[in-house]
């Protein structure tokens, strides 16, 4: 089972990343579960920042809502998390997820400069 994320970076404030996260065929289909990104910042518990079931609706943790977008393409297996107006308060290692059965990422650090 693997979930790859890639896409992360250095920015500075207000800059744009995408981050991908690859699921391995052996793995669900992504269209037949929830995928979900979260974050761990340093001194900070892991939060969940967005999520797509299974039916395509998402949510969104109120500080990313109307700046990052979740989605997914189902012929490449791959979600993807585009960031817009990046705050030095976004600065994380970003995990790609299917909670329902507990897979996880190796995650991918995102640090926004101010």
């Known amino acids: 089972v693997q979930l790859v994320e890639s896409g992360g970076g250095l920015v500075q404030a207000g800059d744009s990343l995408r981050l991908s996260c690859a699921a391995s065929a052996s793995v669900f289909r992504i269209n037949t579960i929830t995928m979900a990104w979260y974050r761990q910042a340093p001194g900070k518990k892991r939060e969940l920042v967005a999520a797509i079931t299974d039916g395509g609706s998402t949510n969104y943790v109120d500080s990313v809502k109307d700046r990052f977008t979740i989605s997914r393409d189902n012929a490449k297996n791959t979600v993807y998390l585009q960031m817009n107006s990046l705050k030095p308060e976004d600065t994380a290692v970003y995990y790609c997820?299917?909670?329902?059965?507990?897979?996880w990422g190796q995650g991918t650090q995102v640090t926004v400069s101010s």
């Open positions: 997820a299917m909670p329902g059965v507990n897979y």
